[in-house]
Nanobody, 114 residues
Framework: QVQVVESGGGLVQPGGSLRLSCAASGITFKIYAMGWYRQAPGKQRELVAGITSGGSTNYADSVKGRFTISRDNAKNTVYLQMNSLKPEDTAVYYC????????WGQGTQVTVSS
């Protein structure tokens, strides 16, 4: 049984930082591309950052220079370090594992507000 579980969300003030974690089980994690997506109320889900099995990364323009995606294959975990957070980063953040089939997590809420 495949499980993808996000954690680390919460309430943070503008300019603050959070680190999201996504732990995957039931898959050969190292061969999967991993991605972080977010969905704000009334908006479509969008890609925030992705990392391939080889470690190549890509970012949405809106988060470049502020967010960093990384993976630890020994822990079957992908991370999203989010710095200089803005109110417009408020959303539910989802993790996706992709290798022919996509597996999604349940999401974790990130709220940036003073």
């Amino acid at each position: 049984q495949v499980q993808v579980v996000e954690s680390g969300g919460g309430l943070v003030q503008p300019g603050g930082s959070l680190r999201l974690s996504c732990a995957a089980s039931g898959i050969t994690f190292k061969i999967y591309a991993m991605g972080w997506y977010r969905q704000a109320p009334g908006k479509q889900r969008e890609l925030v950052a992705g990392i391939t099995s080889g470690g190549s990364t890509n970012y949405a323009d809106s988060v470049k220079g502020r967010f960093t995606i990384s993976r630890d294959n020994a822990k079957n975990t992908v991370y999203l370090q989010m710095n200089s957070l803005k109110p417009e980063d408020t959303a539910v953040y989802y993790c996706k594992a992709s290798f022919y089939t996509d597996y999604w997590g349940q999401g974790t809420q990130v709220t940036v507000s003073s």
